[in-house]
């Protein structure tokens, strides 16, 4: 196989959802792409044109869809496995690289694997907000489909207390509605109830709304699958309509 034909994966992001977030270089790889990887509603956004395969799968099957990337590219295919957001943040960059150990296949060792950055749905909504995350954070998944809920409060309770500025992703869904209240619970204890917090959904889309309130006056149906959570420290403050965090740290 020659250097042009030699496939690869790209695990591209796609950004919070405005087309205009999509990075030149995404869209680059994009137009040279054979095939396209990823969730359903991810792959919906990308446009249909002769010689572009769509795989489009359900969420679930992150390694399955990564090993199908991965075979491929093996063939010597030019696979764009997308996400939204940025690739490497709860996403599908982790799942293919997971794919590649657990083949064992000293072949695939070898492919061309890149990762290109996107534009993140907590980095979108902090914009739209001002400048919550201006000093030291946490990206916290409130999901528990990977990894047990007690750990979850561990990590809320302990960045709370350690005055990190918090973006939570997933916070509430119908299967687990009960879990964002606790999480709201324990962000009361841990960082007090006159802390911002913000809700934003739909960023970067048109039905887009933006809320900022205390957490004492924070309610869990503030929050769903479509909303980021950001969550500010002792020193996150309002500014006319924008919410910032300084630059600088006071003891907490």
């Given at each position: 196989?020659?250097?042009?034909d030699?496939?690869?994966v790209?695990?591209?992001?796609?950004g919070?959802?405005?087309?205009?977030?999509?990075?030149?270089?995404?869209?680059?790889?994009?137009?040279?792409?054979?095939?396209?990887?990823?969730?359903?509603?991810?792959?919906?956004?990308?446009?249909?044109?002769?010689?572009?395969?769509?795989?489009?799968?359900?969420?679930r099957?992150?390694?399955?869809?990564?090993?199908?990337?991965?075979?491929?590219?093996?063939?010597?295919?030019?696979?764009?496995?997308?996400?939204?957001?940025?690739?490497?943040?709860?996403?599908?960059?982790?799942?293919?690289?997971?794919?590649?150990?657990?083949?064992?296949?000293?072949?695939w060792?070898?492919l061309?694997?890149?990762?290109?950055?996107?534009?993140?749905?907590?980095?979108?909504?902090?914009?739209?907000?001002?400048?919550?995350m201006?000093?030291?954070?946490?990206?916290?998944?409130?999901?528990d489909?990977?990894?047990?809920?007690?750990?979850?409060?561990?990590?809320?309770?302990?960045?709370?207390e350690?005055?990190?500025?918090?973006?939570?992703?997933?916070?509430?869904?119908?299967?687990?509605?009960?879990?964002?209240?606790?999480?709201?619970?324990?962000?009361?204890?841990?960082?007090?109830g006159?802390?911002?917090?913000?809700?934003?959904?739909?960023?970067?889309?048109?039905?887009?709304?933006?809320?900022?309130?205390?957490?004492?006056?924070?309610?869990?149906?503030?929050?769903?699958?479509?909303?980021?959570?950001?969550?500010?420290?002792?020193?996150?403050?309002?500014v006319?309509?924008h919410?910032?965090?300084p630059?600088?740290?006071?003891?907490?």
């Amino acid at each position: 196989m020659t250097q042009t034909d030699a496939g690869w994966v790209k695990i591209v992001g796609l950004g919070p959802g405005n087309e205009t977030m999509v990075t030149v270089q995404v869209q680059d790889v994009l137009a040279e792409a054979t095939d396209v990887v990823g969730y359903i509603p991810y792959v919906k956004r990308i446009p249909e044109r002769p010689g572009l395969t769509l795989h489009a799968t359900d969420n679930r099957v992150e390694i399955e869809r990564a090993t199908h990337a991965l075979e491929m590219a093996a063939a010597g295919k030019r696979v764009a496995v997308v996400s939204s957001g940025d690739p490497g943040v709860f996403a599908m960059a982790s799942a293919v690289f997971e794919a590649l150990e657990v083949a064992n296949n000293p072949d695939w060792l070898d492919l061309d694997i890149q990762v290109l950055p996107g534009i993140t749905a907590m980095l979108a909504a902090s914009a739209r907000i001002g400048a919550p995350m201006g000093h030291d954070f946490a990206a916290i998944n409130l999901s528990d489909n990977l990894k047990p809920w007690s750990l979850i409060e561990k990590r809320l309770r302990l960045a709370g207390e350690a005055g990190f500025a918090m973006g939570f992703y997933n916070p509430r869904s119908k299967s687990r509605p009960h879990q964002f209240g606790r999480a709201l619970e324990i962000l009361r204890e841990a960082c007090g109830g006159e802390t911002l917090i913000s809700f934003a959904r739909d960023v970067s889309k048109p039905g887009e709304t933006i809320t900022t309130v205390t957490l004492d006056e924070a309610k869990p149906e503030m929050a769903d699958m479509r909303t980021v959570v950001i969550v500010g420290n002792a020193d996150t403050r309002r500014v006319g309509r924008h919410v910032y965090t300084p630059r600088y740290a006071t003891e907490g």
